[in-house]
């Protein structure tokens, strides 16, 4: 089987980020973002997914950390997409329920060329510490976009908004890990067309 790896280096006025992936990893995460809360989210994200993440991002958070969490949705969604290559043998969809006390989420993908985000979630909070908790949805649209895939989030319940966001995340990962699976019986890749 082909290593699934993948690396990204992207520079604007705005952010300067390193990204590398490893689909087919141990859960090992070497994360800095400058966004303290995002790094906790990608570090459980890393884990709960049995990937392999190194991100190095600097960004102009002095302003706020709008951009540099949509830089990295960006840069993940770009890795990932390139690191799949032409999606043989693979599962494509995944599903995940991860509970965190009070909190239910659930995530479901179809890696299907086709991005689209569906996020059925209320935030009590509109900041988990000094995080925007708008940023979640701007980071997961970006992240769905790039990685062109159909990416369902659904929180069921749930009353303290770091435990929905930390739900939300290790749902997400656990959903792509089981899609990015190969079957030995998937001949090619699984659709109809003939590619994804």
């Known amino acids: 089987m082909a290593e699934r790896i993948s690396s990204i280096e992207r520079n604007t006025g705005e952010t300067q980020i390193r990204l590398g992936m490893n689909i087919d990893g141990e859960g090992q995460s070497n994360i800095s973002t400058g966004v303290p809360f995002m790094t906790h989210m ?47 043998g693979i599962r494509r969809y995944g599903n995940a329920f991860v509970p965190m006390d009070e909190t239910l989420a659930q995530v479901v993908v179809d890696l299907s060329n086709r991005p689209h985000l569906e996020c059925i979630a209320e935030f009590p909070s509109q900041k988990v510490g000094t995080f925007d908790t708008e940023l979640v949805h701007e980071f997961l649209w970006k992240f769905a976009l790039e990685a062109r895939m159909n990416l369902h989030v659904i929180v069921h319940y749930g009353r303290n908004t770091h435990h929905i966001i930390e739900a939300i995340f290790k749902a997400m990962a656990r959903a792509l890990d089981e899609a990015t699976q190969l079957d030995e019986r998937v001949k090619g890749v699984p659709s109809t067309k003939g590619m994804l």
């Not at 960004?59 to 949705?73: C, F, N, P």
């Open 42 to 88: 990608l570090d459980l994200f890393t884990k709960h997914g049995h990937f392999d993440v190194t991100i190095d991002a600097k960004g102009d958070t002095e302003v706020d950390d709008h951009h540099t969490t949509e830089d990295i949705g960006i840069c993940l969604g770009q890795v990932f997409k390139d690191a799949l290559g032409d999606k043989k």
